[in-house]
């Protein structure tokens, strides 16, 4: 098994926000571009796509409320599992560490197309998701652009 860790972001929210944002699998829906949304679907537990020609699938295995949300693979081209940590950041409760662990079963070809991009992958998430935090403070309620 291949172990891929993000680095760590500091988050302007709280736990429980970013939590209950990744807790919904059709939240993810939300985020995506409208043309990227076609052919996803997604429930509570799960959601489904075809990502470059290839069916991929994710469920919500483990819900630790407001400090880890654990996934697997639910149909996909080789076996994953991840978590996202939601810890607290040091005394401020209104910052997250927030952080991604994935796990997955890749043969060593698939390790050397792959195993960069997905750290890399990991790592924007996470800037992007303390970017957007800076960007857009607890409260904002105006048009994201």
Same mark, same amino acid.
């Given at each position: 098994?291949?172990? *891929?860790?993000?680095?760590?972001? !500091?988050?302007? =929210?709280? &736990? @429980?926000? +970013?939590?209950?944002?990744?807790? $919904?699998?059709?939240?993810?829906?939300?985020?995506?571009?409208?043309?990227?949304?076609?052919?996803?679907?997604?429930?509570?537990?799960?959601?489904?796509?075809?990502?470059?020609? *290839?069916?991929?699938?994710?469920? !919500?295995?483990? =819900?630790? &409320? @407001?400090? +880890?949300?654990?996934?697997?693979? $639910?149909?996909?081209?080789?076996?994953?599992?991840?978590?996202?940590?939601?810890?607290?950041?040091?005394?401020?409760?209104?910052?997250?560490?927030?952080?991604?662990?994935?796990?997955?079963?890749?043969?060593?070809?698939?390790?050397?197309?792959?195993?960069?991009? +997905?750290?890399?992958?990991?790592?924007?998430?996470?800037?992007?998701?303390?970017?957007?935090?800076?960007?857009?403070?607890?409260?904002?309620?105006?048009?994201?652009?």
């Amino acid at each position: 098994m291949a172990v *891929f860790e993000s680095k760590h972001g !500091i988050v302007s =929210r709280a &736990p @429980y926000e +970013l939590y209950m944002a990744f807790v $919904d699998m059709r939240n993810f829906v939300n985020f995506l571009p409208p043309d990227k949304k076609e052919g996803v679907t997604a429930d509570y537990d799960s959601i489904h796509a075809t990502v470059q020609g *290839f069916p991929i699938g994710v469920k !919500i295995t483990e =819900r630790r &409320p @407001y400090s +880890l949300i654990s996934l697997a693979d $639910d149909g996909a081209p080789f076996s994953f599992s991840a978590e996202i940590s939601f810890d607290a950041a040091g005394g401020d409760p209104g910052k997250t560490d927030f952080h991604i662990k994935v796990e997955a079963d890749l043969n060593f070809m698939m390790k050397m197309l792959i195993g960069s991009k +997905l750290k890399e992958a990991l790592d924007k998430a996470v800037d992007s998701l303390v970017e957007m935090s800076e960007k857009y403070p607890s409260g904002y309620t105006g048009p994201i652009a």
